[in-house]
């Protein structure tokens, strides 16, 4: 069964069957059914696997999953990382489970994918896909967990959803970090310009426009003088990726000038950033856009499956391929 994500967002309890599928680039709303799931089975003991622990040892797995608990002990599985791989075993599983419940995990899923088109005709499987946020569901989830907040302006808003840069995990980071500051329910805004660390983040944004304009000289400035942190590694590619599917769209549209598409896309460009975009329109095409996100994909699936990596080292080789894309 295929249901749409808002809808599982206001009741979780509509997926009925044994094993549900969670994909999509949006890791934030993952994370956000992750915790529906826990609070929803708040008696529940929760087993963690991931694909590639499952297919290691699958006789393991599968005891673990069909064996009762002595205690009645209710539990419910979540898998990460999932893909194809996993079909297989799925379906010979599917017909034996009881009450035990599997959600799984698992990145962008393509229409070729086996995996996404098994859940999607069966009726016996659920499948949610988790697409990126636009302005209107990030706007949405900042006033509802700040209701009741004074001093949260229009102004104080955008600052917050230009800095979550329609990341919801960003944002739900930077939104338990304004609950934890602001405990009097007071938003000032120096202290919250502040908290957001809004003049760091400018100073990747700076960079991250100089590599995307091909501007070299700045470029190889910047990445001297700019701080690129290893835990904000995930923010960084996300912010490349939304600008990168923004130039996807000004280019993709013809007949009209890319001031005139700027003026139509929703969400909309913020207007410090248009003069940026309508500059790196001219460089960039569909066939150099697409190279560099699955560039970007890719090295985020490194980052995730190897910790050893050196990933400012390795991000900084990307801003590097990237400008001398820009150029091409």
């Given at each position: 069964m295929n249901?749409?994500?808002?809808?599982?967002?206001?009741?979780?309890?509509?997926?009925?069957?044994n094993i549900s599928l969670f994909y999509g680039e949006n890791h934030g709303l993952k994370n956000d059914f992750k915790k529906k799931l826990k609070l929803n089975n708040s008696n529940a003991v929760i087993v963690r696997f991931t694909q590639e622990e499952i297919l290691k040892n699958q006789n393991y797995f599968i005891e673990n999953l069909l064996n009762m608990s002595l205690f009645n002990e209710k539990k419910i599985y979540l898998v990460e990382q999932v893909d194809d791989k996993i079909l297989g075993l799925l379906k010979n599983l599917n017909d034996k489970l009881d009450n035990q419940k599997i959600y799984l995990f698992g990145e962008i899923l393509d229409k070729k994918s086996k995996l996404r088109s098994e859940f999607e005709r069966s009726k016996k499987l659920d499948i949610v896909a988790c697409y990126?946020?636009?302005?209107?569901?990030?706007?949405?989830?900042?006033?509802?967990?700040?209701?009741?907040?004074?001093?949260?302006?229009?102004?104080?808003?955008?600052?917050?959803?230009e800095n979550s840069n329609l990341d919801?995990?960003?944002?739900?980071?930077?939104?338990?970090?304004?609950?934890?500051?602001?405990?009097?329910?007071?938003?000032?805004?120096?202290?919250?310009?502040?908290?957001?660390?809004?003049?760091?983040?400018?100073?990747?944004?700076?960079?991250k426009d100089a590599v995307l304009s091909g501007n070299n000289k700045n470029a190889n400035r910047l990445l001297s003088d700019t701080?690129?942190?290893?835990?904000?590694?995930?923010?960084?590619?996300?912010?490349?990726?939304?600008?990168?599917?923004?130039?996807?769209?000004?280019?993709s549209i013809k007949n009209k000038s890319v001031d005139q598409v700027l003026s139509s896309l929703k969400p909309p460009i913020f207007w410090k950033d248009k003069?940026?975009?309508?500059?790196?329109?001219r460089k960039w095409n569909k066939n150099k856009i697409?190279?560099?996100?699955?560039?970007?994909?890719?090295?985020?699936?490194?980052?995730?499956?190897?910790?050893?990596?050196?990933?400012?080292?390795?991000?900084?080789?990307?801003l590097l391929d990237i400008c001398a894309q820009a150029n091409l």
């Open positions: 249901y749409k994500s808002y809808l599982v967002e206001q009741n979780i309890n509509i997926l009925k069957n990126n946020d636009n302005e209107i569901n990030i706007k949405k989830i900042i006033l509802e967990r700040l209701r009741g907040y004074e001093g949260l302006s229009t102004e104080n808003v955008n600052l917050i959803i919801r995990a960003k944002l739900n980071n930077e939104l338990d970090k304004i609950e934890t500051f602001f405990v009097n329910k007071k938003i000032r805004n120096p202290e919250l310009t502040n908290l957001l660390n809004i003049n760091e983040n400018d100073n990747f944004n700076v960079l701080v690129i942190e290893d835990d904000k590694t995930f923010f960084y590619l996300n912010s490349i990726n939304q600008r990168l599917f923004t130039l996807n769209k000004v280019t003069p940026y975009v309508i500059d790196q329109a697409q190279k560099i996100l699955r560039k970007t994909f890719d090295l985020e699936i490194k980052f995730k499956s190897n910790s050893l990596l050196n990933k400012n080292v390795v991000f900084k080789k990307l």
